[in-house]
């Protein structure tokens, strides 16, 4: 019983960010928006994607994974910086989430739905090596910013806590390879 409970929670958390996905797409299309506004909805068209990345993750659905967290990595470049703490952890959890997502799938093409291709098996570590590499940049560029603001807060707390999901990818990564 509590195992259907948690499986309807998540059919209603995938469907109302799906929704919410599809109306910022439609913002961010928006040509009469202004830039700012325009910019403030390609980051919640992020914060969506990088949470369907999750909910897809947590199902080892690592196809859907990757595209969600893949997605939410080319709004954030298609933003552009500056980013504020929250967008940049959202970015750094998204490389690490694709990377981990090629990851689980190496060893088999990476696809969605009805078999639509994503990644052939022979790409997957390639591709993940290029993620962590950046996620790691970026983690890097972020805790050189904090570093030089105020003492240990929750905030830091929080970027800290990417380290180590960043190290476990890598770690993942480097296992992978000495297969």
């Not at 059919?11 to 996905?21: T, Y």
């Not at 690592?62 to 595209?67: E, K, M, P, S």
């Not at 490389?95 to 790409?123: M, N």
């Not at 800290?160 to 390879?177: F, G, N, R, T, Y």
């Amino acid at each position: 019983e509590e195992d259907e409970e948690e499986e309807e929670d998540g059919a209603l958390a995938w469907k109302v960010l799906d929704q919410a996905r599809c109306i910022y797409e439609r913002a961010v299309e928006d040509e009469t928006l202004e830039s700012a506004e325009r910019r403030r909805c390609r980051s919640e068209l992020a914060r969506c994607c990088v949470q369907l990345g999750d909910l897809n993750a947590d199902t080892e659905q690592w196809g859907d994974a990757v595209v969600e967290y893949t997605n939410c990595v080319e709004q954030y470049e298609a933003r552009g910086p500056p980013y504020s703490l929250d967008d940049d952890k959202r970015f750094i959890a998204a490389l690490a989430g694709a990377a981990v997502g090629y990851l689980r799938s190496s060893g088999t093409d990476v696809v969605v739905g009805d078999g639509i291709l994503v990644a052939p098996a022979e790409e997957c570590i390639a591709r993940a090596k290029t993620l962590v590499a950046a996620a790691e940049k970026r983690l890097n560029s972020l805790l050189t910013a904090q570093a030089q603001h105020d003492p240990l807060d929750d905030a830091k707390r929080d970027v800290c806590s990417l380290v180590i999901e960043v190290q476990a990818a890598k770690d993942a990564l480097l296992a992978k390879e000495a297969a």
